[in-house]
Structure formats: structure tokens, C-alpha cells
């Protein structure tokens, strides 16, 4: 009875806790629906997770006026405190944001303008300098000359009639002359669909400026179609991030440049919050905004896409974040409700007993959750590491070409700005890394972490120990297994010209390829989908065609118990992100010595028909061999079958254990046999030989003169 009552308390908290409204309802309002605002209402909703109890609610208009009319009414109707708003036309849409302003709700106007003065805040980029600078630019790109094609953007559209102005401005004093301007609606098909119905000649165009990069993009696949004598350049406006974005196409050379139309998503939801929250705030805000050329692409491109990545990353941590503490007020909740269940049960005679259960239970939880904690700041570990190699890696490789030794001071600066900060970003990382760890220590007596800084300076002290003047060879083989598409590409760069080098994305394409190429050394990721590391390896380390392959665990798991973890799967290095090239050469160059080592001890074992051999799988080839000896028929084929390997898994697992071929390994010890036999037996040669397995004595004793440079008979 006791405890369906404090079942029911404890749903009764949970539901209460549960069921919280949003402490503001914000609407969007967006007039369109394309890239630019998909990133646009990403950025929002992004910078909402950092503001408590904020519910967004999205309508987009597909650039029909009288629906955008009808969301912001429904939107005003369905109970919001705020409304965000992207006018598809100067006109058409102001009586519903008046209707908004009038009811007492607070309206941002973005991007485009209204004709009214009833709004609360506008953000916008200045759509007349955008205009104004393309214009500039243009007159510099074709010296001053030529014949221009404009596509303007929606018309009625605030932006289409500011850039318009801003351009044909810039162009007033210059020789270039506009001889069409054609109308669009900011969409690709539109633009096409103004170049195509065209009725001048297309050849006299120089240049095609476009109000957005999708406009200019159409209008280059009407140019294309018309099969004009010079393509002429094409420019737009946007330049957004990611693929096929603005930024891509320039790099591309698809578009001649484009100018970045920020889209601060974020921006706007503070601005939206300060006005909920009563703070001061600027009734207008300009946002600034830059060209893109093919001189700046690839750089913007990249930091874009790294933008974009650690977004991705953080968004997820945040997630996590959230979860755990979700969790925590559980446990919050869960420790009240044990204090009331004591006193219960201290009335009640028993609380001594259950009070012992609860503390029990209490235990096991906190357990649980340090162990989450610590599998957390694992992968906090794993997913900051990862990126830091990808930088300081190739920043140092970069560092020691011949392009960047003999540049211009101005850019040996740039360098050494990128390399100190990059150093400082490591150290940040690797403070906050040690702040946290310090903090589990305190709850985990048992478990180690090995200073971040001290790891760094040991790995390079081995590099400069274990560093080999011997320049590998072609021929072998290194199998990348790395779910991180750039840390495969990175390792490419550290290894190609010296090995031959395949990949696989997780463990269970790794296992896949290592069985079909048996490389000579696999290089591969802890943390991985499907099949993680430490499961490969021991895969790899007992499979029969694959144990003697050398396996170094690449990760960024520093922790003593996952090196140990890494070693007890038969790994035979570890190395923790963010690493030295050097050093990873240096550990793959001693291992695969390590390896021809054995390969000489063998065939020196060989010669002198001596049996110096410890590897298993090379003494049961042996035995094999010698019990099968005087079966002429013995091929590769059948070796293979009874140690359950294809005639090339075979081939490769002998021959990068011995440096022979199966072939060659059971002639000669048919050879060694065979001499045996003569020195010994006094038997003839052709007994020897077909007791040694030759079908035909001639042969054998060739063979045997090849050997030993003696004949048979001579012996």
C-alpha cells in the first residue's frame, strides 16, 4: 500500500516537471523557401537551445503573397508573443504586420522592408552597398568596357529594387554599358527562363550580374544551351556555405563571384529575446557582409565548411548536455522523495531498513552516472582531438613545403599566426580537458589519466629515437581504417610515395579488405560505427590469414585503461590525436622492420634446415608440408583449403612471414629433405627424389643444382 502510494507521488512530480510551457511562443514568417532560409531558420533554432522554455513556430510562403497574408493571421491567432517576418513584397503583405503591430505584438522586419513605419526592430543587410559593390566590382573585371546583362530579383521585392539601384550607380560614370535587364524571382527556373526568352544576341555578353546566385546559375544553363562563342562571366549575390552553396560555385569557377548575404539567424533571435526580456536593443540593424572571388573561395570555403562542422559537433554535445541534465534533476527529484520516504519509514518502525535500500539504490545510480560521465568526456576527447589533428597536421605539413619556405614575409606571418594559434587552441583544449578529468579522478580513485602535455613531449622523443634513415619500400602495403573521411585523406597525404595505401570506413569494411589484401600493417580508429577498433583488432589478430599483421590504434582515448584496452586486443601501438607525422612513420617504419627481421631469422632457419620457428601458424604449415612430403600432387591449392585460406591469402601470409612464396617454401624444404636423404639414406637419386615428392628425378636434380650449386650425384 505504502509503495503504490509513493509510485502515485512520484508520477505526480514527474508529470509537473514534464509539462512546462514555453515561456515565449516566437513566429517566422519566412516569404520564400530555398537554401539561404533553410540556413537561416537552422541558425535560429540552433540559437534557441541556448535561451530556456523558447518555442519557434515556422511558416514559409513560396513567394505568394496572399499566403504569407494568411500565416501571419494564423500565427497571430494561434497565441504568439513575437513575430519574425520576411515581407514577400513591399506592399502586398504591410496590412497583415500592421494588423500584428496593432494587436500589441512586438514584429521584426528582416531582409526586406515594409511600407509602413508599425514594427518594432529591422535587420537587414544594406541591399544598395550589396548592388553598389558588385557594380564597382564588375567595372574593375572588365576594365571599364563592355556589355552587361542584369537579372533582377522579385519584383515589388525591396532587395530586387535596392540592388538594382546600387548597381546601375556604380556603373554611371563607367564605359560598361547595361544593354538588358531582365526580371527574375530569385529562383533558378526564373532565370533561365529570362535568358531564354531573350531576343538579343547572347554573343555580345560579357558579363551576366544576377541578384542571387541561383538566378545567375539558370542563366548560365540558357548561355550554355544557346551554345554562345564566349561564355560570358557570371556574378550573383548570397554566397552561402556548404554544397552547392554561392561560396562552392566561385571556387567551382561556376560563378565569376558572388557576395556574402548573411543570414544571423541567431542574430535575430536575440534580438527577438531582448524584446521579450524588456532589454535595450537598436531599432535598425545593418549587417555587414563581403565579396567572394576566386582569390578568396577555397579559404572561405574551408572555414565555412569547419564552421559548419563544429556546429554539427556542438549542436550534438549540447544535446548530450541536455540530457544529463535532465538526469540530474531526476536525481534531484529522486533524493527529495528519499528524504520523505525516510521520515515515512522512520514512523513507521522501518525507515532504518529502508533507508539502507534507498542509500543502495542512491549508490548504484551515481556509479552509473560517473561512468557516463566518464564515456562523455571520452568522446568530448575523441570528437575535439579529431578535429585539432586535422588542423595542426596539415598546418605543419603545409609549414614545411618549399611554396611556404620560400614565400613573402606578409605570408610566413600568416603562418605563423595559424601555427601559434593553433598551439594556443590546443592548449585550451587540453586545460578544459584537464579540469574535467581532475574532477573524475576525485570521484574515481582507480582510474589514471596521463598528462596531456607530458604525452605530446614523450611521442616526440620517440620520434627522434626511433627515426630510420631506410626509405620504405612500394611494395608494401597499409590498410587506413578511420571513419573520419579527412583523417583518411590527411593519413593518405603522411603515406602516399612511400606505401601503397587502401582504406575502409569502419571496422567491417576494414575486416573485409584486410582479409582480401592481407597488408602488411593496418592503421585504424578506436571509436568507429558498425564494428568499433579494439573489436577489429582482435579480429584481425585471430583471424588465420590475418594474425601477423602489425595493428596501431590511431585514437584520441587517453586514458590508461583504454591503452590497456588497446593492447589486451593485440595491438601492436597506440598512438593518441593529436599526433606528429613523424612519429607514426617512425612506429610504422620499426614495425614492418620488426617484421622483415623474422622474415631473415626464417630464411636463415630455412637454409640451415634448422626448425628456429615460433610462429603457430608457420610450425603447422611445417608439419604440414613434412607429413604430405612425398605426395607429388601437394599443391598451394590444397595447403590452402586445409588451413582454410584462398591460394592469395595463402600466398601473402607466407610470403610476408618468410619472404618466400608457398611454392618456393615447399620446394626448398622438399630440397632440404632430398639432401638429407643422399647424405644419409645411400639410397639413389631418383629414389630420393620421388621420396621427396618430384615426379621426375631429372628435375629434381636441376632444382637441386639451382639450391646448392652441386648436383645429386656430385653429393
Known sequence: ?????????????????????????????????????????????????????????????????????????????????????????????????????????????????????????????????????????????????????????????SPAEERHKGFTDALKESGIEIVATLQSDWTEAKGYEAVKNYRGSLDDIDLVFA?????????????????????????????????????????????????????????????????????????????????????????????????????????????????????????RLITVMAVVMIGLLILMII??????????????????????????????????????????????????????KEASPETKGLYRILRRNTYQLTEIINKMLDVQVKGLKNQSPTETFPDLKTMSEVEETATQLTHDTQEPSLNETILIVDDNPDIRAYLQTILQGKYQVSEAADGKQGLALANEIVPDLIVSDVMMPVMNGLEFCQRIKSGTATSHIPVILLTARAMDHHQIEGYESGADAYITKPFSSELLLARINNLLKSRMKLKTLIEAASATAEPAISDPFLLKFRDF???????????????????????????????????????????????????????????????????????????????????????PSEL
Request: glycine share 8%; proline share 3%.
Open 1 to 157: 500500500m505504502l509503495r503504490n502510494y509513493l509510485i502515485a507521488v512520484f508520477a505526480i512530480f514527474c508529470f509537473s516537471c514534464t509539462n512546462r510551457q514555453p515561456r515565449y511562443i516566437i513566429g517566422v514568417s519566412q516569404c520564400s523557401e530555398d537554401i539561404w532560409r533553410d540556413w537561416q531558420n537552422s541558425e535560429m533554432r540552433l540559437e534557441s537551445t541556448l535561451h530556456d522554455g523558447v518555442e519557434l513556430r515556422f511558416t514559409t510562403a513560396r513567394d505568394d503573397s496572399k499566403r504569407q497574408i494568411q500565416q501571419i493571421d494564423s500565427l497571430v491567432e494561434s497565441g504568439i508573443q513575437l513575430l519574425i517576418v520576411a515581407p514577400n513584397q513591399l506592399a502586398s503583405v504591410t496590412p497583415a504586420i500592421d494588423r500584428a503591430y496593432d494587436k500589441g505584438i512586438p514584429v521584426i522586419v528582416f531582409e526586406r522592408k515594409t511600407d509602413s513605419p508599425k514594427y518594432t526592430a529591422f535587420v537587414s543587410a544594406d541591399n544598395y552597398e550589396m548592388g553598389q559593390v558588385m557594380g564597382e566590382y564588375v567595372d574593375l573585371r572588365l576594365d571599364g568596357k563592355g556589355h552587361v546583362m542584369e537579372i533582377l530579383g522579385l519584383k515589388g521585392s
Open 211 to 331: 541578384h542571387n546566385d541561383r538566378s545567375a546559375i539558370g542563366a548560365r544553363k540558357a548561355f550554355l544551351e544557346a551554345g554562345v562563342k564566349k561564355l560570358p562571366l557570371f556574378c550573383g549575390i548570397d554566397g552561402l556555405p556548404g554544397e552547392n552553396g554561392g561560396i562552392q560555385m566561385v571556387r567551382d569557377s561556376l560563378l565569376d563571384a558572388s557576395y556574402i548575404y548573411p543570414t544571423r539567424g541567431d542574430r535575430l533571435l536575440e534580438l527577438a529575446i531582448d524584446i521579450l526580456d524588456g532589454k535595450p536593443y537598436e531599432k535598425e540593424t545593418m549587417l555587414t557582409s563581403a565579396l567572394v572571388t576566386s582569390e578568396n573561395a577555397n579559404v572561405i570555403m574551408l572555414e565555412s565548411e569547419e564552421i559548419m562542422r563544429q556546429t554539427q559537433r556542438l549542436a550534438l554535445l549540447q544535446e548530450m548536455a541536455s540530457g544529463y541534465i535532465q538526469e540530474l534533476g531526476t536525481q
Open 351 to 404: 525507515g532504518i531498513y529502508y533507508h539502507f535500500l534507498q542509500r543502495t539504490r542512491l549508490n548504484e545510480e551515481r556509479n552509473k552516472m560517473e561512468r557516463e560521465q566518464l564515456d562523455f568526456y571520452t568522446q568530448v576527447s575523441h570528437e575535439l582531438r579529431t578535429p585539432l589533428t586535422l588542423i595542426q597536421g596539415p598546418l605543419e605539413e603545409l609549414t614545411q613545403t618549399k611554396e611556404a
Open 625 to 711: 608440408i613434412e607429413k604430405n612430403l612425398t605426395d607429388s600432387e601437394l599443391n598451394v591449392e590444397t595447403i590452402g583449403a586445409e588451413f582454410g585460406l584462398s591460394r592469395v591469402q595463402l600466398y601473402r601470409k607466407v610470403k610476408a612471414l618468410t619472404g618466400q612464396s608457398p611454392v618456393e617454401l615447399l620446394r626448398t624444404t622438399r630440397l632440404l629433405k632430398g639432401r638429407q636423404l643422399l647424405q644419409n639414406s645411400g639410397k639413389s637419386v631418383s629414389e630420393v627424389a620421388y621420396e621427396v615428392g618430384f615426379s621426375a628425378p631429372a628435375y629434381f636434380a636441376k632444382c637441386f643444382k639451382d639450391e646448392f650449386g652441386i648436383s
